[in-house]
């Protein structure tokens, strides 16, 4: 489990991890004082989007479960 914290409502919040090819991946916002949040993974060059959710229901701002498709950070 890796835990990060979103400073502001309204910032841009960015997390590295090194991902393992098959391997599922869980990522998720609670709501806390956050009244929304976009999860959005990004392949290696950080420009390309794999994956995004802005709904995660039942008191999660989002929710994303997604599978590497290769190993990389």
Do not use: H
Request: a negative charge; glycine letters at 16%.
């Amino acid at each position: 489990v890796i835990t990060g914290e979103l400073e502001v409502e309204g910032d841009r919040d960015w997390f590295r991890f090194g991902g393992v090819a098959g391997t599922s991946y869980i990522f998720q916002t609670t709501l806390g004082s956050l009244t929304d949040s976009v999860v959005t993974v990004y392949g290696s060059d950080g420009v390309t989007p794999l994956a995004s959710d802005d709904d995660g229901g039942s008191g999660l701002a989002s929710r994303l479960q997604w599978i590497a498709p290769a190993n990389g950070t």
